[in-house]
């Protein structure tokens, strides 16, 4: 029980760091700075892009872990 639940949340934690890594790199690479002073658009669009990135990594990282359950479950 432990374990899957050390399983569940560094593979939560990992999901959404990486994808809100992605989304800020993504951001970089349009010129968008998410540190900017001041909210303009780009700042803006740099803040949407890490949060959908953290969110996306997130639910990645649960499809991940529902697919290994059920494979583990199936004997495969």
């Not at 990992?14 to 790199?25: E, P, S, T």
């Not at 949060?51 to 199936?74: I, M, Y």
């Amino acid at each position: 029980m432990a374990n899957k639940l050390l399983l569940e949340g560094v593979s939560d934690a990992v999901g959404f760091i990486g994808g809100a890594l992605a989304g800020f790199w993504i951001g970089q690479l349009l010129g968008w700075d998410i540190f900017a002073e001041g909210y303009g658009g780009a700042s803006i669009g740099a803040i949407l892009l890490v949060g959908l990135g953290g969110g996306g990594g997130l639910q990645l990282a649960r499809l991940w872990r529902s697919r290994r359950s059920e494979a583990d479950t199936s004997g495969h």
